[in-house]
């Protein structure tokens, strides 16, 4: 089993930078893909970037060239730098995992078996 949790959140202006971090606890090995997701309230929980164990990155187009995803595997600890954030960054996000990845949509949440509880990110205009 595995479980992850979710720091950093925080409420910032227009503009600002926020960095989140997800430490996972249990067994995953180096074919896993873990993700950050994000819900704003009424809509649909989306994908916003991911990263394999490997290294290799995928970003949500709204967010390319903004967020950069990062990953310490010593620490078993991922991360989403998030600069130059907009109000319609503003949601809940969530850390999401799966190990073994076979490939199928990072950007699918049914893609993904652990989750973690969330960590809000507000910003103001």
């Known amino acids: 089993q595995v479980q992850l949790e979710e720091s950093g959140g925080g409420s910032v202006q227009a503009g600002g930078s926020l960095t989140l971090s997800c430490a996972a606890s249990?067994?995953?090995?180096?074919?896993?893909?873990m993700a950050w997701f994000r819900q704003a309230p009424g809509k649909e929980r989306e994908g916003v970037a991911a990263?394999?164990?490997?290294?290799?990155?995928l970003y949500d187009d709204s967010v390319k060239g903004r967020f950069t995803i990062s990953q310490d595997n010593a620490k078993n600890t991922i991360y989403l730098q998030m600069n130059s954030l907009k109000p319609e960054d503003t949601a809940m996000y969530f850390c999401?995992?799966?190990?073994?990845?076979?490939?199928?949509?990072?950007?699918?949440?049914?893609?993904?078996?652990?989750w973690g509880q969330g960590t809000q990110v507000t910003v103001s205009s």
């Open positions: 249990g067994d995953m090995d180096s074919r896993k893909l």
């Open positions: 999401a995992a799966v190990s073994p990845w076979y490939g199928s949509n990072w950007s699918r949440v049914t893609s993904y078996h652990f």
């Open positions: 990263i394999t164990g490997r290294g290799y990155t």
